[in-house]
């Protein structure tokens, strides 16, 4: 049930908020930008509403496969912990039985979305501009430097889609660059796991009112939003490490790795790089889980109401 109600959590919550997400990837890899709206202007300028959903269909395919076995890890790893430290896997768990579970979950995850996560992150951040060729029926100042109009066209993006950047990547940068950044996606989603799973059942708890087992649907719908604001507070500084390290494979090579990038960025930047995209990730962080959230606890009570 928690992998069937995990994946369907995923997709909706991947449908609501990957256009913040191509904007929150924009910020942190590319310098140019001063802030959110000029980012959003400026793809709006260059490439319109398409340029926000470059890269979606990969993690479309593969969110609900993700999800699915974040949420059913956790609860089965939490199973495991009950029934071998209470005697019975439907004991109430105790925080720090929540956190590992969460952790787990956060550590897992991170071999299945890895290559997903560099090929995202390479589509939305690959120049999309094309010049447009010379009309055939308007003469052009710059005809006769240029007789053949496709000499005057830009080269096309590098990446055509979503399993073309997987190709070429792995083409190009072998298996290791599949798992570009693995690292600090390593860090960045143990820990901010644990804190998702952690915040969403102590906010459960407190808004559950007097009498009932589950909070009504506004509880989850607060309780998910909290939760996810919190995990992105916690998981931005790595985030922004994790981006650039994905990145950095077009073009020139910058970083040699996870702490060479850490000083790297730091020394150029400041530490308030490490937190680029914090107010953009809490403001997408927030209406994505409740989605997640509500649809997760939706379709587990369907399951259990069918099965009765």
Known sequence: MDFVAGAIGGVCGVAVGYPLDTVKV????????RGIWHCVWDTYRQERVRGFYRGLSLPVC???LVSSVSFGTYRHCLAHICRFRYGSPDAKPAKPDITLSGFASGLVRVF?????EVAKVRLQTQTQTQQRRPSASWPSAASPMCPAPPACSAPGPKYRG????LATVAREEGLRGLYKGSSALLFRDGHSFATYFLSYTILCEQLTPAGHSRPDVLGVLVAGGCAGVLAWAVATPMDVIKSRLQADGQ???RYRGLLHCVVTSVRE????VLFKGLTLNCCRAFPVNMVVFVAYEAVLRLIQGLST
Do not use: F
């Open 26 to 33: 924009k910020i942190q890899t590319e310098p140019k930008y």
């Open 269 to 272: 930047e400041g530490p308030r």
């Open 251 to 253: 073009g020139q090579r």
């Open 162 to 165: 979503p399993l073309h950047c």
């Open 62 to 64: 593969t969110v609900s």
């Open 112 to 116: 299945l979305t890895s290559p997903t």
